[in-house]
């Protein structure tokens, strides 16, 4: 079983831009479809983009959709989110997770019991 550790989390203006990196150990890596999700406060935790075990398919959340890029690197043993044009509705905590489900649809949006491994996330706080 992998483990995951997320960062890239910080304070940024709105419209401004991240990278979140989440490192996974172990050599299976390739093995899991991986996603991001987010959670605010007193809000309920939320799918944000998903990446196939390939990297050939991914989905996202209407919210992000256009903003944000999900992206792998299976020799890194790391999966990206790059942020871009952030609102401060975007203010939450961003967990990596890593599932053994299979994905292959685009318009799959995955859920949370999907998963099986979790990050310990990353603080994003977006300021308007």
């Known amino acids: 079983q992998v483990q995951l550790v997320e960062s890239g989390g910080g304070l940024v203006q709105a419209g401004g831009s991240l990278r979140l990196s989440c490192a996974a150990s172990g050599r299976t890596f390739s093995r899991y479809t991986m996603g991001w999700f987010r959670q605010a406060p007193g809000k309920e935790r939320e799918f944000v983009a998903a990446?196939?075990?390939?990297?050939?398919?991914?989905s996202y959340a209407d919210s992000v959709k256009g903003r944000f890029t999900i992206s792998r690197d299976n020799a890194k043993n790391t999966v990206y989110l790059q942020m871009i044009n952030l609102k401060p509705e975007d203010t939450a905590v961003y967990y990596c997770?890593?599932?053994?489900?299979?994905?292959?649809?685009?318009?799959?949006?995955?859920?949370?019991?999907?998963?099986?491994?979790w990050g310990q996330g990353t603080q994003v706080t977006v300021s308007s």
């Open positions: 997770a890593a599932g053994l489900f299979s994905f292959y649809s685009d318009t799959y949006l995955p859920k949370v019991n999907d998963y099986d491994v």
């Open positions: 990446i196939s075990r390939s990297g050939g398919s991914s």
